[in-house]
């Protein structure tokens, strides 16, 4: 199992903005297969937002992300959300130990059930 993690650093005042683009962004992942799971800090020097999907193996993430940037609407929203961005998008893809993926996929199944990000 490997988690794809995105991390946003917005510009002050303008996480909320950010945080209701991603929902887009977890439309379109899903809509390519992915199994989204989300988290939020607020913690000075951390990431403001964090949009990690967990996926199988690196193909399927790689397939996911050609049919997300595919989708032109993604494009667009690409450029409006790095305008709200304090630093450059970072992005990661780690291996989970057996133990860190039971974990990761309880608190997917959390994160599914919430109406919105937290």
């Keep these: 199992m490997y988690l794809s993690r995105l991390t946003f650093h917005t510009l002050p005042g303008k ?7 991603l929902m887009s962004l977890l439309a379109w ?5 992915g199994l989204v799971m989300r988290a939020h800090y607020g913690s000075l020097g951390a990431p403001d937002l964090i949009f ?12 996911q992300i050609k049919k997300v940037i ?3 609407e993604f494009q667009n929203w690409a450029k409006q959300v790095s305008g709200l961005l304090e630093q450059s998008l ?3 893809f780690t291996r989970l130990p057996a133990l860190a993926h039971d974990a990761a996929r309880t608190a997917s199944r959390r994160t599914r059930q919430a109406p919105h990000m937290t």
């Design 15 to 21: 996480t909320r903005e950010v945080e209701e683009r």
């Design 29 to 33: 992942v899903r809509q390519a297969g």
């Design 52 to 63: 990690e999907q967990e996926v199988e193996d690196p193909g399927t993430l790689e397939t």
């Design 70 to 72: 595919a989708n032109h």
């Design 90 to 92: 970072s992005v990661s």
